[in-house]
T-cell receptor
Framework: EDKVVQSPLSLVVHEGDTVTLNCSYE??????LLWYKQEKKAPTFLFML????IEKKSGRLSSILDKKELFSILNITATQTGDSAVYLC???????????FGAGTRLFVKA | DTGVSQNPRHKITKRGQNVTFRCDPI?????LYWYRQTLGQGPEFLTY????????KSRLLSDRFSAERPKGSFSTLEIQRTEQGDSAMYLC???????????FGSGTRLTVV
């Protein structure tokens, strides 16, 4: 059965810390891996990764995919309180059908 | 275009009642998805439409659940004879061919009392 596993489930850090969130997956017909940020409402898109070893960056956030070892990491440097959220990892299957989500990592950044 | 729109935002219903939710996707998106999310969990896939055709349904979607997308534009999700276990956030998302990732709506939070 397809699955996406995220770790840790929750994390508490202080402002300025760097965090690494992990995502491993077992999904047939892999198409892409996506990271979303979810605050109070709907998930908002962060990154889409399709190729191994190519880092995607957006400000203080970066992510990389390893398709051989079937995992991805999301790094956040110099964390801010506004980074507090649930970070969801998801794998999109080919054919445009369902995307399988992990349970998320709940990040809390203390001022 | 203001993105994916879902109505209502909140719904409280008594057990046994029927409820219907609506989703209006981004206009040029031909794919529409319904997900359910409970506290502390990631979204769980319910069903997927490409245009008006419902191409996949999850095992989670019991006989009490039905979804339609009659003209390939908006979609409705109906839950009949609601149970307390149906309480969740129901998320709609849309995308288009050749694009990766979804755009999510703000969701409909259902509480069954």
């Amino acid at each position: 059965e397809d699955k996406v596993v995220q770790s840790p489930l929750s994390l508490v850090v202080h402002e300025g810390d760097t965090v690494t969130l992990n995502c491993s997956y077992e999904v047939t017909n892999f198409r892409s891996l996506l990271w979303y940020k979810q605050e109070k409402k709907a998930p908002t898109f962060l990154f889409m990764l399709t190729s191994s070893g190519i880092e995607k960056k957006s400000g203080r956030l970066s992510s990389i995919l390893d398709k051989k070892e079937l995992f991805s990491i999301l790094n956040i440097t110099a964390t801010q309180t506004g980074d507090s959220a649930v970070y969801l990892c998801a794998v999109e299957r080919g054919g445009g059908f369902k995307t399988i989500f992990g349970a998320g990592t709940r990040l809390f950044v203390k001022a | 275009d203001t993105g994916v729109s879902q109505n209502p935002r909140h719904k409280i219903t008594k057990r046994g009642q029927n409820v219907t939710f609506r989703c209006d996707p981004i206009s040029e998106h031909n794919r529409l998805y319904w997900y359910r999310q409970t506290l502390g969990q990631g979204p769980e896939f319910l069903t997927y439409f490409q245009n008006e055709a419902q191409l996949e349904k999850s095992r989670l979607l019991s006989d009490r659940f039905s979804a339609e997308r009659p003209k390939g534009s908006f979609s409705t999700l109906e839950i009949q004879r609601t149970e307390q276990g149906d309480s969740a956030m129901y998320l709609c998302a849309s995308s288009s061919d050749g694009h990766y990732g979804y755009t999510f709506g703000s969701g409909t939070r259902l509480t069954v009392v």
